[in-house]
């Protein structure tokens, strides 16, 4: 990604193109419910044998409009783990994540409960990822090239060219969501998607605690 990255407002074909998107989303995410509904049983059981507490993870995060929603996930930390830091932020995360969330976080399982939230359209299967109100750099910079007409994704431009690694560079990912922005088209999408399989699979760029922190303090 060499160009430089200008706020930029969706064309009417883009817009166009994000009400039909709203429409595929919701029937994707249904159907992918029943498909993996399985995968959904056995990780909330076994979420509930590892661990105390509940076997979903719910956060208030930024959306479309920079309007908050509330994002589902599957727990993969202990209760005593703080819900206000972002991953890459959190100094020691790696103490509080449980044995099984290790397994479903490096294989992106955790992420699968927010198929939930593109039923009520509040997230997308491909966006940016919604960040926490408290990731100001993030956040600033999203809002500076106009990102948050659009919806958040499951998975998005920035995840797969560096996912937990971007993650603990706001504005380098920040440009790659601007990127996503202008180029906004079903192709990239498609892309993005057969894209996120790829990465899932070889579980690349997962990154935590420690070897995060690191990368943020490269980026100031």
């Known amino acids: 990604m060499t160009e430089e990255m200008q706020p930029h407002i969706l064309t009417r074909g883009q817009k166009f193109y994000m009400g039909l998107k709203a429409v595929m989303?919701?029937?994707?995410?249904?159907?992918?419910?029943?498909?993996?509904?399985?995968l959904f049983l056995l990780t909330a059981i076994a979420i509930k044998i590892d661990s105390k507490g509940p076997v979903f993870f719910l956060q208030k995060r930024v959306g479309k409009g920079g309007k908050e929603f509330t994002c589902v996930k599957f727990r993969s930390m202990t209760q005593e783990a703080r819900h206000d830091v972002a991953g890459y932020n959190y100094s020691g995360v790696e103490a509080y994540i449980t044995r099984v969330g290790k397994v479903i976080?490096?294989?992106?399982i955790d992420e699968l409960p927010q198929l939930f939230c593109l039923l009520n359209f509040k997230m997308s299967l491909i966006g940016y990822r919604?960040?926490?109100?408290?990731?100001?750099?993030?956040?600033?910079?999203?809002?500076?090239?106009k990102v948050h007409q659009l919806r958040p994704?499951?998975?998005?431009?920035?995840?797969?060219?560096?996912?937990?690694?971007?993650?603990?560079q706001p504005k380098k990912k920040a440009r790659y969501d601007a990127y996503y922005l202008q180029h906004f088209s079903f192709w990239l999408d498609i892309k993005i998607f057969f894209m996120t399989i790829v990465k899932v699979f070889k579980s690349e760029d997962v990154v935590e605690g420690a070897t995060a922190e690191r990368l943020r303090r490269k980026e100031k």
């Open 25 to 38: 989303d919701f029937v994707i995410a249904l159907i992918m419910i029943i498909v993996l509904s399985p």
């Open 105 to 108: 976080r490096k294989l992106s």
């Open 130 to 145: 919604p960040s926490q109100f408290n990731e100001t750099d993030l956040n600033t910079a999203r809002e500076e090239y």
């Open 153 to 168: 994704g499951i998975s998005g431009w920035a995840q797969v060219n560096g996912r937990d690694v971007l993650a603990a």
